[in-house]
């Protein structure tokens, strides 16, 4: 029988790293095939086709790197004889490109984006077993129609909600609010709930020219009115709480709007969606009425993405607040 095809973009992170005696730090090293040997007895399982991106750490990979891994995953997917596209990733950046890949393709094919904590020099290199069970994850028959998936640590999660928890842990990555989709169990894929709301932004271009800015006591408009002025066109504001702001960073606001840059705002806090329950000045009514746009429960990083894609499809910030707010916040 004809194994299934999977295609593994590499573009580095700790999954292709070992430690470089000269410095006594990692860096990445390790080439497609060296990372493979070490998947043992995966031929068994699929017939794998490798692409070396790049050897970058996560935090060299910027937004237009992310686009043309973008390209790379839609051109091998809409082949024939492939069943799924594996991306391997630095852990620092894997849920923006993975986000960014949720959003911006539609495709019932499985994606899958891995990664490691530990490099291969430390005992322990998780990047063997993670992308195993991102391997049995592509394979498998209920990987279809879930959007892109991250899994590591044998845990299943989904772009739209995982996030990087933890500097150090294997299982760093977490769904917050929902806890993982599925695990893989021996070799096996197995769901345990489904994503209700799944979002498209459908371009295959990207405005990168968005700054994330975070709020904390005291703060004023020095950042944001920088950020406006050196020409950035949307800004994600991480706000206090249920979503507000010191009254010192209105104006900055208020200037941006005013200059038709879009403000997203979210909250510093790790979980709970933004919503505009206060009244008070810089509360979430009053930044509401100002023309913020609500990110529900994205961190910045991802609504910042989120962000840069809806302004590839318009300037219109009545269109670029119902992308964003879509399916979380009654039509205003
Ligand atoms: N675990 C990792 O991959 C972290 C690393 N700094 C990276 O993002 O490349």
Redesign the pocket.
Known sequence: MNKPKVVVIFT????S?TVDPRIGAAI?SLSSQEILSLVTNIDKYAEIETINFSK????HIDIQMMMEIRQLVVDNLNRDDVTGVIIT??????EETAYLLDLSINNSKPIVVV???RNSSELGYDGPSNLAAAVCTVISPQAANKGVLVVLNNEVNAASEVTKTNTLSLDTFKSLEFGPLGIVDNDELIFHREIIHRQHILTDSIVPQVDLIKSGAGMDSRLIKYSVDSGAKGIVIEAMGRGNVPPTMLEGIQYAIEQQVAVVMVSRCPTGRVLDSYGYEGGGRHLRNLGVILGGDLPGQKARIKLMLALSVTNELQEIKDMIEYNQYRKQ
């Open positions: 580095g992170g700790t999954i790293m990445p970058l750490p996560g935090p990733h630095g852990t620092d950046t894997l990664g490691a904590m």
